[in-house]
């Protein structure tokens, strides 16, 4: 039975391909260093309760009971959602962070295309 897409979505949920990781990183290491970002679960939900994303990634190993709250805030403000390909320390490393990182938000993107990119 092969899989029919659902009509009644508003999350867009994109995946990465292998040749775009490296896309979605250098976009997102320029957002880092001229833009705003929310990094943390916690932090992804304020933003998204308050409006202000207009991005939010998560890392491919993020729970699945956080993944599914946080896609469904998203749904809530119109929010565009990426499914990070990598691991939280992927995400992390990414950012340019020493530390795990299962979800960030993007708040203001300064220099960088990366909420088309990901679309």
């Known amino acids: 039975c092969p899989a029919q897409p659902r009509s009644g979505t508003m999350v867009k949920a994109t995946k990465a391909k292998k040749g775009s ?4 990183n250098t976009k997102l290491g320029l957002v880092m260093k001229s833009g705003k970002v929310c990094l943390g679960y916690k932090s992804v939900l304020k933003s998204l309760r308050q409006g ?19 896609e469904y ?14 691991s939280n320390i992927a995400l992390g490393t990414a950012c340019g962070k020493m530390f795990r990182c299962s979800a960030l938000s993007v708040v203001d993107q300064g220099d960088s295309d990366i909420v088309a990119a990901v679309e």
């Not at 805030?73 to 990598?86: D, P």
């Open 52 to 70: 202000k994303s207009k991005l939010v990634m998560i890392s491919s190993n993020c729970p699945a009971i956080r993944k599914s709250e946080i």
């Open 73 to 86: 805030y998203a749904m809530l403000a119109k929010c565009i959602v990426h499914h990070y390909s990598g």
């Open 21 to 24: 990781i490296e896309n979605v």
